[in-house]
């Protein structure tokens, strides 16, 4: 049951460029959306979110897109920098905002950014 | 930074063993959660605790499974009765509360407690 699905399991890009990971989700009844970046031996560490009622959301380097009718959202990093290298998870939440609020996690993405 | 803080970092038990992995969530947080990773696969639900009761549970979290606040401050998760494929990276995980706001919709993880059944 993958209803949040990061279909790249890595990916390298050079420094300085752009990284993009992306992420897709099957059930429409998510409302808010995050991403979080895991280094090893550590727990996951929130990045950046998104409401469904956007479709961008910009915070320094990093910036979230939203496509609601696509059901796909995307994570941009610009400039890449080698300390990005890390696994970012996709994660989607239903029931935002009250008790019965749960958080779904997709598989991730390993991201390298190369010197 | 407020920070959750897990206990053990790592443990090593026989299987059959009971298990116990300790959690301190943020203090000002209401909902806490645990999460697992099996090694190579994805950050699983297991729980979620809310007013001194499960509010919600997976299909992994079954009797083997239990949660508790003993003390206001710490939150724990039992297995009684460890078996080879509980051996995982486990997370405990807390959030403020209500409302619609990104702080309080995002879960704040601990660094993890890796469990390791022989």
């Known amino acids: 049951d993958q209803q949040v699905k990061q279909n790249s399991p890595s990916l390298s890009v050079q420094e300085g460029r752009i990284s993009i990971l992306n992420c897709d989700y099957t059930n429409s009844m998510f409302d808010y959306f995050l991403w979080y970046k895991k280094y090893p031996a550590e727990g996951p560490t929130f990045l950046i979110s998104?409401?469904?009622?956007?479709d961008k959301n910009e915070d320094g380097r990093f910036t979230v897109f939203l496509n609601k009718s696509a059901k796909h959202l995307s994570l941009h990093i610009v400039p890449s920098q080698p300390g990005d290298s890390a696994v970012y998870f996709c994660a989607a939440i239903m029931g935002v905002g009250g008790s019965n609020y749960k958080l779904t996690f997709g598989k991730g993405t390993l991201l390298t950014v190369n010197p | 930074e407020p920070e959750v803080t897990q206990t053990p970092s790592h443990q090593v038990t026989q299987m059959g063993q009971e298990v116990i992995l300790r959690c301190v969530p943020i203090s000002n947080h209401l909902y806490f959660y645990w999460y697992r990773q099996i090694l190579g696969q994805k950050v699983e639900f297991l729980v979620s605790f809310y007013n001194n009761e499960i509010s919600e549970k997976s299909e992994i979290f079954d009797d083997q499974f239990s949660v508790e606040r003993p003390d206001g401050s710490n939150f724990t998760l039992k297995i009684r009765s460890t078996k080879l494929e509980d051996s995982a990276m486990y997370f405990c995980a807390s959030r403020p509360g209500r409302g619609r706001s990104s702080g309080a919709n995002v879960l704040t993880f601990g660094a993890g407690s890796r469990l390791t059944v022989l």
């Open positions: 998104i409401s469904s009622i956007k």
